[in-house]
């Protein structure tokens, strides 16, 4: 069956450009989570996204970051301004409702900045 | 906000013998605490996880315990085998769902 989708797979931009990551979360999932893996580190939290509620936002690094979940479904990860440091892997995550539980990861996106 | 500390960062073994990875959780509103196993170039897969009104689990070679007191839980695999070496990464959460805490990982590695 269909699995969380992440688009790209991978990633190259420059210093200074922005760059938007999509996340396609399985069908019907309300709970939807953004992850950033930084090389040989751990799931470093970043967006949490739960039905009609609003975001969890804690987890973004700077105001760079920004995420957003249109319809329920999709969701975009724009990061502005891009610099080395935001190189990284990130994952997108869902679940089927708010609560605890299984959550389902995507393979994540690769970012490197250059 | 929830701190999660996971050790060891690495843990090497031989075929067939046990493997144990422990992590202490700061927020005693915690109440859900899985574990994820991630092999190279894939996402985290749940492999167990335990609620907090449960003092051990078990799945064939794979045990989790918990100490609510001490805020510790440890993550048990015996008769490790080549397959097993991966990531394993431990978690915590409220009952209230929302923000999932991940610990820093431990990069198990199976030697045949």
């Known amino acids: 069956g269909a699995g969380v989708s992440q688009s790209p797979s991978n990633k190259v931009t420059e210093k200074g450009k922005d760059v938007e990551l999509r996340c396609d979360p399985i069908s019907g999932h309300t709970a939807l989570y953004w992850y950033r893996q930084s090389l040989g580190q751990g799931l470093e939290f970043l967006i949490y996204?739960?039905?009609?509620?609003?975001?969890?936002k804690s987890g973004l690094p700077s105001d760079r970051f920004s995420a957003e979940r249109t319809g329920g479904s999709v969701s975009t990860l724009t990061i502005q301004r891009t610099q080395q440091e935001d190189s990284a892997v990130y994952l997108c995550a869902s679940r089927p409702d708010g609560g605890t539980g299984e959550l389902f990861f995507g393979e994540g996106s690769r970012l490197t900045v250059l | 906000g929830e701190n999660v500390e996971q050790h060891p960062s690495t843990l090497s073994v031989q075929e067939g013998d046990s493997a144990v990875i422990k992590c202490t959780y700061s927020d005693s509103a915690s109440n859900y605490f899985p574990w994820y196993k991630q092999e190279l170039g894939k996402g985290p897969q749940l492999i167990i996880d335990i609620r907090s009104n449960v003092g051990e689990k078990k799945d064939q070679r794979i045990a989790v315990t918990l100490n609510k007191t001490a805020k510790h839980f440890s993550l048990h695999i015996t008769e490790t085998q080549p397959e097993d070496s991966a990531v394993y990464f431990c978690a915590a959460i409220g009952n209230q769902g929302g923000k999932l805490i991940f610990g820093q990982g431990t990069e198990l590695s199976v030697k045949p």
């Open positions: 996204f739960q039905g009609n509620s609003a975001p969890d």
